[in-house]
């Protein structure tokens, strides 16, 4: 069974520029989360969704966005990005909202200049 | 609010045991979680334990939970080359979000 994708895995924008991330979820998964990874803050949880839903929310500002779509593949947006944007962005998925087990995908590394 | 603490490094012997420290906050965690950072890739959950178990046994990994000080511990027997990785403990929350720690990165000496 393939893992959890991310793509891209990198990405360079500048100031201001707005940002998509995708990730698609091991196949018969229906809940996708994401999480924002700095060495300053650590991992922190952003959102999850589940059956198109957003299920859950952390303590971002509005300028971080989601939504997944009907085959679980899953899209963060961050607009008027800012350099504190910054990080790797991880995504992981699991069977069931809430479930124990969350499967991470390899991230995508954003650098804003 | 929820908060997880771990220490940021850690140094081990090859074939000593590691053991990684952590504390959490939120009395109410159901499942306390142990998870895996090799560079360049995601997190690899290890091992998990719920919050009415004392002792979790995996191969070489032990996990203690120490419920009344909410205290959380890793231990690695035998640590191998293969184990260097940044190590995170997580809880869950009574709203079902996962509070990771900073992360304790293992260094193993030869």
């Known amino acids: 069974k393939a893992g959890v994708t991310q793509t891209p895995r990198y990405l360079i924008k500048t100031r201001g520029q707005q940002v998509t991330l995708s990730c698609s979820p091991i196949s018969g998964h229906r809940s996708v989360s994401w999480y924002q990874q700095t060495p300053g803050q650590g991992l922190q949880f952003l959102f999850e969704?589940?059956?198109?839903?957003?299920?859950n929310k952390g303590n971002f500002p509005g300028r971080f966005s989601g939504r997944q779509f009907s085959n679980s593949r899953s899209e963060m947006n961050v607009s008027t990005l800012e350099l504190g944007d910054s990080a790797l962005y991880l995504c992981?998925?699991?069977?069931?909202?809430?479930?124990?087990?969350?499967?991470f995908g390899p991230g995508t590394r954003l650098t804003v200049l | 609010g929820e908060d997880v603490e771990q220490s940021l490094f850690l140094s081990v012997r090859e074939g000593d045991s590691s053991v990684i420290n952590c504390t959490y906050t939120d009395s109410s965690s159901t499942y306390l979680y142990w998870y895996k950072q090799e560079p360049g890739a995601g997190l690899q959950l290890l091992t998990y334990i719920f919050s009415n178990m004392d002792m979790k046994q995996d191969q070489r990994l032990t996990v203690l939970l120490n419920k009344k000080d909410k205290h959380l511990s890793l231990r690695i027997a035998d640590t191998q080359t293969g184990d260097s990785a940044i190590y995170f403990c997580?809880?869950?929350?009574?709203?079902?979000?996962?509070?990771f720690g900073k992360g304790t990165r293992l260094h193993i000496l030869p």
């Open positions: 969704y589940f059956s198109e839903t957003q299920r």
């Open positions: 997580a809880e869950s929350t009574r709203d079902d979000k996962i509070i």
């Open positions: 992981a998925s699991s069977p069931e909202a809430a479930d124990n087990e969350q499967f």
